[in-house]
């Protein structure tokens, strides 16, 4: 897979940071399409997840053992993880953004399986940056991807990390749910953001994604307990 990572490296370095309404950067084919067309053959079965205690009676899944895949699938998402999870790719996206302390990759393979929301926030200090590559098959689901948000005029959030009302902002841009698609973002004071999952009733209700951070695993709300040390 080599030349596919280094495919994904090109496109993170080519791309062009947005700057409203705070920088980031979102790619579409962030892998090369035959390659992602093999991605999705990959991804597990429903049955190979586990459920997280930071989502408690959700049905959102990730993928943590890979004992229990057949040898393809393990050696697939084996290398997927480690390059994600290498300091190539921390620096890479750090590089981006012109981020000069140390970071460390780290992800889950995601699978919502019912409704659920995420409420406007900045996330926690300990992540440098964030990322999402989203994985459907088609673009049927494209408006469950993640609200980019600003206060309204005359609101002011205190500086925390905490969960917002959806009333207090307004959505001036949205990263759709598309196939082969990539969004990151260096979170700040500024870096409001928001999730709110409604399958359609005749849909299949299964959103696919890899949810990563680089991680400052210095600092005190670091979430070693899903992460490790």
Partial sequence: MKEVFEYVI???VDAQIIQEPYPHILISGIF????YSVLLEQIPNTSTYTSKPKYPGRK??????FDILDEEKKEFWKEIYGFLRSDKFASILL????????GVSDLFLHKDLENFEFRPHRDTHSKLVTYLFYLPEDSSLSQLGTH???PKKGVVIEKTTKHQDWELFETVKKSEYVPNSFLAFSPHENSFHAVKVNFPEDSIKERDTIRGFIFNKDEKDYPEYLFGK
């Fill in 148 to 150: 980019m948000l600003v």
């Fill in 60 to 65: 959102t899944m990730t993928l943590d053992n």
């Fill in 95 to 102: 590089k981006k953004f012109n981020i000069s302390k140390n």
């Fill in 32 to 35: 090369p399409d035959e390659f």
């Fill in 10 to 12: 090109k496109k993170i």
